[in-house]
């Protein structure tokens, strides 16, 4: 039995694998953080746990030692926290991208602030078991993908791996749902402003390219991404549409093999 | 040419409200107010409006006379300026239900706090131009009814009137959009929250009961009505069923002819 | 080990029906019928059960012994084929409404044909458990109830029972999704006509109303209820608010302790 | 005073042009056609011209005159009619996709058939008033764009005239809704499977890729496009995200520009 505890669950990230966890037969949740709704139930932010569990939120400086430690705090704070998040588990899993790039220059270019831990980065490993299986195994620390990165990678490796298209004209067209935008209410999320739109918002500069190029050219090919980010009526999920310039002589039967 | 100024013009009725003003031949939008917005352009909270005005939000103490005056405020706030206001117009039409019912003694069991006009109340007209048209074109003061009653009154008028139904067991089913509302992002109105519900979420005790049942028994029946109100997924209007127990003797054809 | 067969299985209903039996411990799937896919798998109308099964449909005719049958076919057509059908299997279950009603008269009323086997009517329970639970541990035919009508039992037979309502003024206004008018493409069904609209399109002579009525008089109070159904935008399920007049003396602890 | 009759007014495009038709202070529309709903009040069709027209449809063989004839029919059908059609009016504007294409190796390319009229082909304008406007002033015959071709032609028109993008690597990501697909009600459009939907549909091959190619091309440069549809949960309208290569050298300022 893996006693596990997560900081920041009040979040829809934190809350989802909340339930995951509270499923798994190996699992113990043993404590769960929250900035601000110390001392109330889980289900107080995530009523459909109800009756699954009657854990309540502690605060981060209560934490006890665990074998395993997700972190699902905004982008930004896993950094600030890191050093003493680290002591207290084993192993570790960040949901946020403070740890996803292994490149210092590339992490401040794309998220525009000092990163505070950079000689962690090369310390994480980028928790896509489909190409990294191996050094997840005994991996101490890892950063989960982005929700786009994930799919795009998923959806692009084996054309790449495999020399199928053009690595340097990738596009990626997502079309999101509004949980993405997380559980905290804004203008843009409103109900009667976000229902029944179909708005292109984010055209370019996602900053999940950065991790797409970094996992996508451990093919060899350097790779270079475009995403374009386009909200749909959904609330749940995404859909990625990767466009890619097939390789000279590529039929479509080396696609569906690959 | 009427001029005509809106007090609170960046929620949703302010909005719709000065895109039919902005439209009508023979008005002119002096003014228009807002607490937090002050010297923003209208355009910022309404984009529809873009090319048809340039208008700003003025502070409401700035405010100058004009010929008629709109309040769209939140509950609760016509009735503490409505002293200046009435001042500022030769006619006003508040949109919030501070001078909505006759009765004090309603209007506090309904709205639950002391009213700070008493002596107003049964200065405004309801209005319902099916109901008061005429003493509507004389009226300095006008309340409107709020969006379930004016639904429920219309549909029940010719009824309640004819005595074709029971006025005593009157039920209403309101089925309601998230723009009923209004614009103040919140957990509830959050789209990953709110879309694709159908939740009864006050399944009695609603206020507009007491608009209902005031204008209903002018009809000279005294009349009992329960509201019920369900979210659906929908951005705009609502939808009333209006359940009612058909009188003795009363035939299909009767209740169309009315 | 259970063998159970499925008369009618490309529709919504038998799909979740055959979806539920696949997952079922005790149960071997072993035929489903379809008169316009006879030769073709499950697959095809129900994607979701790739992987899962590799059944496919076989024509009624061909139908061999099974220990429990389901019938999932369009009302009316039941009763054409319940006399093979009663031959084939220890037990059976209808879907559909041939059965529902005890009463001759109120099923020629309601359903406005001659019944085809009225000697039948009194021989199958009415397949809700929480009322008849005892009887159906035994039952060799079982008519399964109408959706608006299970919702409005489950909800009203605990206040009937007690005493706690007017058991003469019962209003129901089930907030209806598409798919519970089957899977047949019709103008009405069609998604550029249907999404996004709330349409009271029945209101009252819902024939569920027979259920409804003849499963609350079984409290020994005669029931009368009225039916109202809207669409909503909505895919599956649907709500059911159950308007009733309390009895008097009767307090809010008395309803929520029933 | 223009006389103006339609051929094949009973489907959604028909349906909206008849509506802009009797609000234009210009037009008297004359007759309506129809196969299947000959004479049927339009309003059977259209029931939001209740009140603003009691035109019923009339078989082909007896249309009439007129100064402008528009023809609203399914692929293929045009041409089969459009030597009757054409002498019946002085002018014609083709809705649908048969008259597009100036190619006639490119029309039966991409619409699988043999063309019936190919020396017609040469002789329509291409409905676009933002690229041919002086044609269209005297033009005798016009189709009218394809919706994705409309779209994706006026958003892309600047950028390859002024040689801003590679015009050989354009990729058109459309975002549909449900209403393009018609009012025949089919198995893909029925609301309990459209709904909530995000299916890419079609993944390459787009008809429209043809319409949008040639008019392109007008610009001088060659230009090579690939289509990719999207269906997302929406009822009227398409979105377009046209994803370019910039040349080298261009800044944003120089786009916006154009």
Request: one cysteine or more.
């Amino acid at each position: 039995m893996l006693t596990v505890s997560i900081v920041g669950a009040s979040g829809y990230a934190g809350g989802e694998l909340l339930r995951l966890l509270l499923g798994h037969p190996e699992v113990k949740v043993s404590q769960v953080t929250s900035r601000r709704s110390i001392g109330d139930p889980v289900t107080i932010h995530h009523p459909n746990l109800r009756r699954l569990t009657d854990l309540c939120y502690v605060s981060m400086d209560r934490l006890e030692p665990c074998d395993l430690l997700f972190i699902s705090l905004p982008n930004g704070l896993s950094m600030q926290y890191i050093q003493d998040l680290i002591g207290k588990a084993g192993r570790l899993i960040d949901l946020g991208a403070d740890f996803r790039l292994r490149s210092l220059p590339d992490w401040e270019e794309w998220y525009r602030r000092p990163h505070l831990h950079p000689e962690l980065l090369k310390e994480f490993v980028y928790g896509l078991p489909e190409l990294h299986r191996e050094e997840l195994k005994t991996a101490r620390w890892v950063a989960n993908p982005g929700c786009e990165a994930a799919d795009s990678i998923l959806s692009l490796w084996p054309l790449v791996k495999h020399g199928l298209v053009d690595p340097q004209s990738i596009i990626i067209d997502a079309k999101m749902s509004s949980s993405q935008a997380g559980r905290q209410p804004t203008e843009a999320s409103h109900h009667a402003e976000r229902a029944n739109c179909v708005r292109s918002y984010q055209a370019s500069g996602h900053r999940h390219t950065a991790e797409v190029e970094q996992e996508l050219s451990l093919s060899g090919k350097a790779c270079r991404v475009a995403i374009s980010a386009t909200a749909v009526e959904m609330v749940r999920g995404l859909l990625v549409t990767a466009h890619c310039r097939l390789s000279p002589g590529v039929k479509d039967k080396d696609v569906w093999r690959a």
